[in-house]
């Protein structure tokens, strides 16, 4: 399974720990990816950045459909 951290911070850390520990393969942990150079299938990203980010994760979605989306980012508002 292919994964991008978004967002590596403390939880990013933390996810990237225990990811390893079940042999799952992280294509990118970076807080502020801007998702160009990404060339692999990507089956999940895990967000933990910051609101901002999500048009970028947005416009990536949308032209990879088949690519699921956790959000653990807070602060968001309408």
Known sequence: MNII???YGKMGHELEKELKNHNLFIVS???NL???DIEDSIDV???FSY???ISKIEDFLNK???TSLI???T???E
């Open 5 to 7: 951290i978004c967002g």
């Open 29 to 31: 942990k970076e807080t």
């Open 34 to 36: 801007t998702f160009n």
């Open 45 to 47: 990203i895990i967000d």
């Open 51 to 53: 609101p901002d980010m």
């Open 64 to 66: 990879n459909k088949s």
């Open 71 to 73: 959000i653990g980012t």
């Open 75 to 77: 602060s968001y508002n």
